[in-house]
């Protein structure tokens, strides 16, 4: 039974109970309109929010990538230190660098190498890191603003089911 049914069986008139119906039915759009408009809203800043988390990610990943080359060039500094004293260190006490000497110097080198190498790695996992997580965070929020989307779009169609 509609509104204008109801209204004209309690005993109002058909006119007033016609305006009523009307004035339902006009709220029920706007409702309707409403939910749509949020829904659509909702999505859209979903989107922007989703643009906003991948750009910071790809920020933090760049500054977490320069910093581990900056560690990598100090690693790589304190390593060429520890090489030239050893030498110095051999030098002043009159041994010769060649054999046990010469083969000490060259394995220091390359764990020089190895621990610049490792720190370069480090910083290019964590910036990786940091890029998938920003587009999960990313993927995330435009799932949520379709489902915003749909809901505000299910919420209309309900309430224009019902009042038509």
Same mark, same amino acid.
């Given at each position: 039974m509609g509104i204008e049914t109801a209204l004209i069986a309690a005993g109002v008139s058909a006119s007033t109970a016609a305006a009523v119906g009307t004035a339902s039915t006009i709220f029920s759009t706007l409702s309707a309109a409403s939910s749509f408009l949020g829904g659509i809203k909702a999505n859209t800043a979903a989107k922007n929010q989703a643009v906003t988390a991948q750009a910071e990610a790809n920020?933090? &990943?760049?500054?977490? *990538?320069?910093?581990? =080359?900056?560690?990598?060039?100090? =690693?790589? *500094?304190? &390593?060429?230190?520890?090489?030239?004293?050893?030498?110095?260190?051999?030098l002043k006490s009159g041994v010769d660098l060649e054999g046990s000497p010469l083969l000490v110097m060259e394995a220091t080198r390359r764990a020089g190498l190895d621990n610049v190498e490792e720190t370069l790695r480090a910083g290019g996992l964590s910036a990786g890191a940091q890029i998938q997580e920003g587009r999960s965070r990313a993927t995330a929020l435009r799932s949520s603003g379709r489902a915003a989307f749909m809901s505000g779009l299910g919420n209309a169609a309900g309430t224009l089911g019902r009042a038509l």
């Open positions: 920020l933090k &990943a760049e500054e977490t *990538a320069r910093a581990g =080359v900056r560690e990598a060039k100090f =690693v790589g *500094a304190e &390593a060429r230190s520890i090489q030239r004293r050893q030498k110095l260190a051999y």
